[in-house]
């Protein structure tokens, strides 16, 4: 079972998802608990644009999405592409500072009033 993990699928509503290359395998089974298409949705910033290539190569089936950047910072690669978000359970994993960083903008945004349910894997 998943256990105590804040990660679950949420109950009801749509799922929003952004990290690192460290959540993919996280992202990708959360969407299949979740068993409900186009209720999860999300980026995961990735190293080099090959690695882009393969993850649609790979997982064509999936609604997350693959981006590369030059930035070495994942919060400022992951920060132009989120989505105007509302009221949707956002799911930010990977590297602790990352989704601290995260977390806060998140926080900041005023027309943003849904849950954030964060996870740092590593340092």
């Known amino acids: 079972g998943i256990g105590p993990t804040p990660h679950k699928p949420a109950e009801a509503g749509q799922m929003y ?17 979740a068993d409900s298409p186009g209720r999860l949705t999300g980026t995961i910033a990735l190293q080099h644009p090959n690695h882009q290539l393969e993850f649609t190569s790979y997982f064509y089936q999936t609604s997350l ?14 920060l132009p592409v989120i989505a105007p978000l509302t009221d949707e359970t956002v799911y ?14 998140l926080r900041q945004q005023v027309s943003f009033k849904g849950s954030i349910r964060p996870q740092g894997f590593w340092s």
Do not use: M, Y
Request: proline share 0%.
């Open 65 to 78: 999405t693959a981006i590369t950047s030059k930035e070495k910072d994942k919060c400022a690669q992951l």
């Open 17 to 33: 998802c952004l990290g690192d290359t460290s959540t993919i395998a996280h992202f990708l089974a959360l969407e299949q608990l």
């Open 92 to 105: 930010v994993a990977g590297n602790n500072k990352t989704v601290v960083q995260l977390r806060k903008h």
